[in-house]
């Protein structure tokens, strides 16, 4: 899974600083306090009202901010739980913004808002930052520097607005990974947003898959709440993806193809977390239009604005052109369930995060448990019972001899094995690896190797454990294959069949037949250099001595040659007939251990396939969930 990104909430209001200006206005002077009532008032005797109904009331009260905050904790404590013991099944991305919200004062939760605008048009991003702008815009002021600087960014890199009254301590971007990897942060202040801690992530992103294609609204759902961000990381042009989890999600489209694409789209219950915006000028639709997006004219709503910021006298043209438009939805939906509470309530969107979050953890653990149900049934009702299974394997360790003997004798009779005789050597000492090779590949245990690997799927099939056993890695065509680069290569995964043939057949290609080609070659050399030697003492002897006669000469020549050649024969063909045993040999060697690999397994019997220890996580799991739903019905 890509890295998380945690944005950084904007300033907080301090609750100590309220109390204390709360705590001013109502003080009074003990001196004051002591003083007689003006003249004007009746003098009237005080009653001492019993202490202990407001000692009752503080205790309550101080319980009750105790139990809220007891509750924070304990689901927080439940959520870090679950993160530890369920990663596989909950969203990681999602959990950290969860547990970061709980982990604020109640009521003052940040909240993340994403704006996606779909890259389906040509003009897609460029209505997600003007929708952007005027959700955000203040029509009395004029046109602000953070306006300019979303109108000249280019969303192929993401960008981050914080609306807050003041700017962050450390302006500028944030940085993710390194010190050169950096998103653009905008400031901005507005009126009516300002004191929420809210943040916006502005971005493009693909058009999502359809309902059909999807297959699961879960799916959806977190492609949406949780867009991936490329940081770059270098100057060289790399980038990084990293997930930046939302509480709630914008997708802003454009034209007939924006809309198209909403449509497809699987439908939401409700559009509180996620919600669509497609802008179609001059469509005007009627408030019950049965519409899956708010359509908005985004032309109309800036010409207002542009009236209005440019003479206050506008400001009844500007309300008539920006209800037209009908972005006042969008701005509703944006300020729904966001505004800070002094109760010290949490904020609707992040108990519907957690709410989500344990939604969809169950939903991934059902998901598991009905995988392994299925799997435990499917071996319990299986139809290849051990017995047949053993029936099986005597009926392929009988074939598999068949076809090695059989093979085998057509391969050393053959045609191919025959332009390797003794006095064929001369021109064909470098095919010897070739042919050998050949003869290995297509008739040493073919047919065996595969019904080998049938019968071990049957065993899994069946329940049966059967290895795995180390995959052995292929030679080269000339079985000549360097050593140093099998070091470099990585180890192959391993294999649930036996690879007694394979690796037989490696042995065979990788270490026999090297050396069979080296003596070929050296029976070769020899036999000529023998040759060439006596015929030259011959005609040595011819030249140098007056009686030896050119018959006397012949002979030495021709004893030198018969003798070199009679020795490459004997040589050779017993080198030929030793290579064939050992092939037969260790033919039977390969198929007598395959059959005891599989006659061991099926001595063990059935083993669950599923452990005791992943029962057990999937229960906790089950109960840490039920457990983080019970405290969230409670919590504020």
Same mark, same amino acid.
């Given at each position: 899974m890509p890295p998380r990104i945690s944005l950084r909430p904007i300033g907080r209001r301090s609750s100590l600083c309220l109390r204390t200006r709360a705590a001013e206005r109502s003080s009074v002077c003990f001196f004051c306090s002591l003083s007689s009532r003006p003249s004007g008032e009746p003098d009237r005797r005080p009653r001492r009202k019993p202490q202990t109904p407001r000692r009752f009331a503080s205790t309550a009260s101080a319980s009750s901010d105790q139990r809220v905050v007891n509750h924070r904790k304990e689901l927080e404590d439940i959520l870090l739980e679950l993160q530890k013991h369920a990663a596989n099944y909950v969203n990681l991305s999602r959990l950290q913004l969860a547990l970061n919200g709980l982990r604020q004062s109640p009521g003052d939760e940040s909240i993340r808002v994403a704006a996606l605008g779909l890259t389906s048009g040509s003009e897609s991003g460029q209505t997600a930052k003007q929708v952007l702008k005027l959700l955000l815009a203040d029509p009395l002021k004029g046109e602000e520097e953070w306006e300019r600087e979303v109108e000249q960014h280019d969303l192929a890199t993401p960008m981050i607005i914080r609306v807050g009254p003041d700017p962050p301590q450390e302006l500028g971007s944030i940085s993710v990974a390194t010190k050169g990897s950096l998103l653009h942060e905008v400031h901005v202040s507005s009126a009516t947003l300002n004191g929420h801690n809210l943040e916006l992530l502005l971005m493009e992103t693909t058009p999502f898959l359809s309902a059909q294609e999807l297959r699961a609204l879960e799916g959806f759902e977190e492609s949406v709440l949780v867009p991936t961000v490329d940081i770059p990381t270098s100057d060289t042009g790399r980038y990084t993806p990293i997930t930046t989890p939302v509480h709630k999600a914008l997708i802003v489209a454009d034209g007939i193809l924006g809309a198209a694409s909403i449509v497809s789209m699987p439908t939401l219950e409700s559009d509180k977390v996620i919600a669509a915006a497609v802008n179609l000028p001059e469509y005007k639709p009627t408030d019950d239009s049965p519409l899956p997006f708010t359509p908005i004219d985004v032309g109309t709503a800036s010409l207002g604005l542009g009236l209005v910021r440019k003479d206050l006298k506008n400001a009844i043209e500007f309300e008539h052109l920006w209800f037209q438009s009908n972005m006042p939805k969008l701005?509703?939906?944006?300020?729904?369930?966001?505004? $800070?509470?002094?109760?010290?309530?949490?904020?609707?969107?992040?108990?519907?995060?957690? &709410?989500?979050?344990?939604?969809?953890? =169950? &939903? $991934?653990?059902?998901?598991?448990?009905?995988?392994?149900?299925?799997?435990?049934?499917?071996?319990?009702?299986?139809?290849?019972?051990?017995?047949?299974?053993?029936?099986?394997?005597?009926?392929? %360790?009988?074939?598999?001899?068949?076809?090695?003997?059989?093979?085998?004798?057509?391969?050393?009779?053959?045609?191919? *094995?025959?332009?390797?005789? *003794? *006095?064929?050597?001369?021109?064909?000492?470098?095919?010897?690896?070739?042919?050998?090779?050949?003869?290995?590949?297509?008739?040493?245990? /073919?047919?065996?190797?595969?019904?080998?690997?049938?019968? %071990?799927?049957?065993?899994?099939? $069946?329940?049966?454990?059967?290895? #795995?056993?180390?995959?052995? +890695?292929?030679?080269?065509?000339?079985?000549?294959?360097?050593?140093?680069?099998?070091?470099? =290569?990585?180890? #192959?995964?391993?294999?649930? *069949?036996?690879?007694?043939? /394979?690796? +037989?057949?490696?042995?065979?290609?990788?270490?026999?037949?090297?050396?069979?080609? &080296?003596? $070929?070659?050296?029976?070769?050399?020899?036999?000529?250099?023998?040759?060439?030697?006596?015929?030259?003492?011959?005609?040595?002897?011819?030249?140098?001595?007056?009686?030896?006669?050119?018959?006397?000469?012949? +002979?030495?020549?021709?004893?030198?040659?018969?003798?070199?050649?009679?020795?490459?024969?004997?040589?050779?063909?017993?080198?030929?007939?030793?290579?064939?045993?050992?092939?037969?040999?260790?033919?039977?060697?390969a198929v007598r251990g395959v059959e005891t690999e599989i006659a061991e397994a099926l001595k063990q019997g059935r083993t669950p396939k599923d452990g005791v220890e992943d029962q057990e996580e999937l229960a906790r799991a089950q109960s840490l969930v039920e457990r983080a739903q019970e405290i969230l019905s409670k919590l504020r």
């Open positions: 701005v509703e939906w944006l300020k729904a369930d966001i505004m $800070a509470s002094s109760e010290g309530t949490t904020k609707p969107p992040v108990k519907e995060l957690i &709410a989500s979050l344990l939604i969809h953890t =169950t &939903a $991934a653990i059902e998901s598991e448990k009905a995988r392994r149900l299925g799997s435990s049934l499917s071996s319990t009702t299986s139809l290849t019972p051990v017995k047949s299974l053993q029936n099986s394997l005597d009926d392929w %360790a009988e074939s598999a001899h068949s076809e090695l003997q059989e093979q085998l004798e057509l391969a050393f009779s053959s045609k191919r *094995w025959r332009k390797l005789g *003794w *006095w064929k050597l001369f021109w064909r000492v470098d095919d010897v690896g070739m042919l050998t090779n050949d003869i290995l590949s297509q008739r040493f245990l /073919p047919n065996s190797e595969r019904s080998a690997i049938f019968l %071990a799927g049957r065993m899994k099939e $069946a329940g049966v454990t059967l290895g #795995p056993f180390p995959n052995p +890695t292929i030679a080269n065509g000339n079985g000549t294959g360097s050593k140093q680069l099998e070091s470099m =290569t990585p180890d #192959p995964a391993p294999v649930p *069949w036996p690879v007694n043939i /394979p690796a +037989t057949r490696r042995y065979l290609q990788t270490e026999t037949i090297p050396a069979l080609q &080296a003596l $070929a070659q050296k029976l070769t050399l020899q036999t000529l250099s023998t040759s060439g030697l006596t015929s030259a003492l011959g005609v040595l002897i011819y030249l140098s001595t007056l009686t030896t006669t050119l018959y006397e000469a012949g +002979t030495v020549a021709a004893l030198g040659i018969v003798w070199s050649l009679r020795r490459m024969q004997k040589k050779w063909e017993a080198a030929r007939t030793f290579w064939e045993g050992e092939v037969r040999e260790e033919g039977r060697k």
